[in-house]
T-cell receptor, first 113, second 113 residues
Framework: DAGVTQSPTHLIKTRGQQVTLRCSPI?????VSWYQQVLGQGPQFIFQ???????GRGNFPDRFSARQFPNYSSELNVNALLLGDSALYLC????????????FGNGTRLTVT | GENVEQHPSTLSVQEGDSAVIKCTYS??????FPWYKQELGKGPQLIID?????GEKKDQRIAVTLNKTAKHFSLHITETQPEDSAVYFC????????????FGKGTKLSVKP
């Protein structure tokens, strides 16, 4: 079975631009979470979506937004990119919004210059 | 909010020895504690998890122990192998909200042949 898939794998953007990252959860998983991992740190929670509704939001500015589609795939959007947004963006899925562990994809490496 | 501290930040062992990584958490409401292994260029992979209604869980060479009173939990790897070399992360959340995990900063484990 395919795991969580993310695209693109790598991305280079210029400060001030906008970026969209995509995630397809494991088949049968209805919940998607997004995390930011800065080099040398643990992942930090950004959003969780379940059944197309936002179930949680971390301490990130409004420049970060996300949505989930009827097929449970998800997009993370970041506007007005800053140098500090350079990081590995991880998507994780779980069967439901509770009572099931998270499984991560390999991430999108975003570099802002 | 929850805060997870992880020690040590780096750990080097000889092949065949045991490795122990320790974490503490601050929020007594947390009751779900997963451990993830992250290899270079990949996303975190769930290796074992424990809920606070048990004190210990074992899966082959890997075990996790939990002390709710002291708010400590630990990962034990026995008979280490070179392929165990990776960065290991502990995390904590409230069961039912495990889309929102709070991670430690990670331990880089090196197993020398």
């Amino acid at each position: 079975d395919a795991g969580v898939t993310q695209s693109p794998t790598h991305l280079i953007k210029t400060r001030g631009q906008q970026v969209t990252l995509r995630c397809s959860p494991i088949s049968g998983h209805k919940s998607v979470s997004w995390y930011q991992q800065v080099l040398g740190q643990g992942p930090q929670f950004i959003f969780q979506y379940y059944e197309k509704e936002e179930r949680g939001r971390g301490n990130f500015p409004d420049r970060f937004s996300a949505r989930q589609f009827p097929n449970y795939s998800s997009e993370l959007n970041v506007n007005a990119l800053l140098l500090g947004d350079s990081a590995l963006y991880l998507c994780a899925s779980s069967v439901a919004d509770s009572n099931s562990p998270l499984h991560f994809g390999n991430g999108t490496r975003l570099t802002v210059t | 909010g929850e805060n997870v501290e992880q020690h040590p930040s780096t750990l080097s062992v000889q092949e065949g020895d045991s490795a122990v990584i320790k974490c503490t958490y601050s929020d007594s409401a947390s009751n779900y504690f997963p451990w993830y292994k992250q290899e270079l260029g990949k996303g975190p992979q769930l290796i074992i998890d424990i809920r606070s209604n048990v004190g210990e869980k074992k899966d082959q060479r890997i075990a996790v122990t939990l002390n709710k009173t002291a708010k400590h939990f630990s990962l034990h790897i026995t008979e280490t192998q070179p392929e165990d070399s990776a960065v290991y992360f502990c995390a904590a959340s409230i069961w039912g909200s495990q889309g929102n995990l709070i991670f430690g900063k990670g331990t880089k484990l090196s197993v020398k042949p």
